[in-house]
C-alpha cells in the first residue's frame, strides 16, 4: 500500500501497439511501471498472439475504459485454410486437416459478403469467459468442454484482402464481443475445408485509427529521457468520447452537477450520453440525458 502510494497519479490514454508473445495483462503491468503509474486498465484483451491497438487508461481514464470496451473494433487478419486447431489460431494442437479444393476469390468475397450483419456467436472454449466462476481457457486446459450461451455479434464490414494457396488474408469491422477466431473458423467451415488463425492485428478501436500507437520499446527509449517526454504521448480521457456531443456547463449548473444533481442545460441535446465541460473547458466527465431533458452526471473526474 505505502508503494502504491508513492506511485504518480497520472490521467491519461495511452494507444499501445501490443506486440505478439504478451498477454494483454502483460503489456499493462509494463506500461504502468514505465509510467509509474498509481492506476492502470486496459480496455479489452487481446491474444497473446495478436499484436497492434491496445488502448491503456492510467488514472481517472479507467473511469472511461468500459465505453471503450463497449466500442466497435477493426482487425487484420492472416488464416491458414485446411486446419482446423483446438484454440482456432497456430498456438493449438491441429485437430483435423482437408484439402483445400474449389476455393477461388469469387467464392471467399461470397462467403464473406454472407457473413457481413447481425449475428450469434458461440465463444470459443479458449477464452476469458467464466462458466461457474472459472475461466473458459483453465477448463479447456483441463480436457472440459462445457455448454457456452451464443452472444449476439455484428459484423460491420468483411473484405478481402488476399488469397494464395491457403493463407487467406481479410479485413473485419465488428462489433464489441466478437470472436475473431470463431470468425475465421466460420468462414473455414462454409468452405468446406476447415481454417484458423496465424496472424492478428487490431487496427482500430472506437474513435482510436492507430495512427497515434507506441511501442514498448519506443516507451521505454522515452522513459529514460524523462518524464515529460513519455507523458507527451498521452491523449485526453475525454478523446475515448470523441464521437459523443459536449455540454457546457455554467458555474451554478456544474455546482449541483458535482453534488450528483441533474440540472437543466438549455441547448443541450434531448437524449443520450454526453460529455461534460467547465465554462473554463476542463472535463468533468461522462453524463447522460434524462426523459424530462435534465442531464445527470454519470461518472464525474477527479477534481470535477
Known amino acids: 500500500m505505502r508503494e502504491r502510494a508513492r506511485r504518480r497519479n497520472i490521467s491519461g490514454i495511452l494507444l499501445l501497439d501490443k506486440d505478439p508473445g504478451l498477454t494483454s495483462n502483460e503489456a499493462l503491468q509494463i506500461v504502468k511501471r514505465l509510467f509509474d503509474a498509481r492506476k492502470a486498465g486496459h480496455t479489452g484483451s487481446l ?4 499484436s497492434g491497438l491496445l488502448p491503456v487508461c492510467l488514472g481517472e481514464a479507467t473511469k472511461v475504459s468500459g465505453f471503450l470496451l463497449d466500442a466497435n473494433k477493426r482487425y487484420w487478419v492472416r488464416c491458414r485454410l485446411g486446419q482446423r486447431t483446438a484454440t482456432g489460431d497456430a498456438e493449438g494442437e491441429v485437430l483435423e486437416t482437408r484439402p483445400v479444393e474449389g476455393v477461388d476469390r469469387a ?27 472459472q475461466r473458459l481457457y483453465k477448463l479447456a486446459r483441463q480436457g472440459v468442454e462445457v455448454e457456452r450461451k451464443p452472444r449476439p455479434v455484428i459484423i460491420h464490414t468483411l473484405k478481402l484482402l488476399r488469397l494464395e494457396g491457403d493463407v487467406l488474408e481479410f479485413d473485419v469491422r465488428c462489433s464489441k464481443g466478437t ?19 496465424t496472424a492478428l492485428r487490431r487496427l482500430a478501436v472506437g474513435p482510436y485509427d492507430g495512427a497515434a500507437m507506441v511501442d514498448l520499446d519506443t516507451l521505454r527509449r522515452l522513459a529514460g529521457e524523462g518524464t515529460e517526454r ?6 485526453p480521457m475525454e478523446s475515448a468520447l470523441a464521437e459523443w456531443p459536449d455540454v457546457r456547463l455554467s458555474d451554478d449548473a456544474a455546482y449541483y452537477l458535482r453534488r450528483g444533481q441533474p440540472v437543466l442545460v438549455p441547448h443541450a441535446p434531448t437524449r443520450g450520453w454526453v ?7 476542463r472535463f468533468l466527465g461522462v453524463g447522460q440525458i434524462l426523459d424530462d431533458g435534465r442531464v445527470a452526471p454519470r461518472r464525474l473526474v477527479g477534481g470535477a
Open 47 to 50: 491474444d497473446p498472439l495478436a
Open 107 to 133: 467464392r471467399v468475397e461470397r462467403v464473406l459478403e454472407g457473413m457481413e450483419g447481425p449475428q450469434e456467436q458461440v465463444p470459443p472454449m479458449y477464452s476469458a469467459v467464466k462458466h461457474q466462476g
Open 179 to 197: 470472436y475473431v477466431r470463431t470468425l475465421a473458423e466460420d468462414i473455414g467451415a462454409v468452405l468446406g475445408c476447415g481454417a484458423h488463425v
Open 230 to 235: 513519455l507523458d507527451s504521448v498521452l491523449l
Open 275 to 281: 460529455r461534460l465541460y467547465a465554462r473554463d473547458r
